[in-house]
């Protein structure tokens, strides 16, 4: 048995006070994090936890036995640190997270740029819109849309996530030449399906502009609801109607011709892009060449 891996599923397990939510946590099936639970029990030869039909509590020795838990792996975790110090030049492997299409579009080649010029390094990159626990689940990096929550973390600001109105030629050869946003309430939209607590929502009904009369919203003619970029930049590309699109997505697709940008002197919402890591951990070579490289990349004039 890994007893270290045990120790890590027993904490997820405490901290996130059920078996399910420690297995997605830890990236194991529910049924392994009930096996890791009842091998460090059989191992100790005491219980940990006291279990009914619903709900779960810790046993007077599994408190202390938290504790030290705790205590042990936070030690383990800060001798890797000053292992990884001690080397001269970037070597072993970074944790990275990223949301799905800023992930794939942008942090995925400049990862392999850096893997080009650190050929020691290796890299494990996990795109999810889910906001994960760089403690709990062992990252180095997490690249965040939107201003994080207050935290020990340090923050980096990126270059903003802009977005594009853009159409196919296909489309806008069959409809009235486009000079004004309000002119949009008469075409073909295709929005994105962001839910209801999202600080975007509003993109599901209407658009916004900054324009030369200032602030402008118009309500959508809506033809299609997407919950994947890739997905609506198809339809778009299919000719299916007006879409607003990750500039990074479509950035190659207008330079080629398949997608034009509409609507140029009129400037479309924005969201600022956050890097995230440990204070800490910044001395390590390894995490502090990929993140001045990220950082030099992504504000370049010519990022993307």
């Known amino acids: 048995m890994n007893v270290f891996q045990a120790m890590t599923t027993f904490i997820a397990v405490v901290e996130t006070g059920s078996m399910t939510a420690a297995a997605e946590r830890c990236g194991i099936s529910p049924t392994m994090v009930g096996n890791y639970v009842r091998l460090l029990e059989e191992r100790l ?8 039909t619903r709900r779960q509590s810790l046993t007077a020795f599994g408190s202390v036995y938290f504790a030290k838990c705790q205590k042990i792996l936070s030690m383990l975790d800060e001798t890797e640190r000053m292992a990884e110090a001690a080397q001269s030049l970037p070597a072993g492997t970074l944790r990275i997270t990223a949301p ?13 740029a850096y893997l080009n010029e650190h050929p020691a390094v290796d890299v494990d990159l996990v795109l999810t819109e889910r906001s994960v626990d760089l403690t709990h689940e062992k990252f180095d990096i997490a690249i965040r849309l939107g201003v994080p929550e207050p935290s020990s973390l340090i923050c980096r600001r990126l270059a903003d996530y802009t977005m594009t109105l853009c159409a196919s030629p296909a489309y806008l050869a069959r409809r009235e030449e486009l000079l004004s946003p309000h002119q949009l309430a008469a075409h073909d939209a295709l929005a994105f ?18 324009g030369p009369q200032g602030h402008v919203a118009v309500e959508m003619q809506r033809k ?12 778009a590309l299919s000719g299916m109607g007006i879409a607003m699109l990750p500039s990074d997505l479509v950035r190659e697709d207008i330079r080629e011709g398949k997608l034009t940008a509409l609507l140029p002197d009129y400037t479309l919402p924005s969201r600022p892009i956050y890097l995230l890591y440990h204070k800490e951990r910044y001395s390590a070579p390894t995490l502090r060449s990929f993140i001045q490289f990220l950082i030099q990349s992504l504000n370049s004039p010519h990022a993307g």
């Open 45 to 52: 030869g005491t219980s940990l936890l006291r279990r009914t």
């Open 100 to 112: 799905v299409t800023y992930g794939t579009q942008s942090i995925t080649p400049c990862i392999a």
């Open 193 to 210: 399906s962001y839910t209801p607590t999202s600080p975007w929502h509003w993109a599901r009904r209407e658009w916004h502009f900054e």
């Open 224 to 235: 299609g609801l997407f919950n994947n970029t890739q997905a609506m930049r198809r339809a």
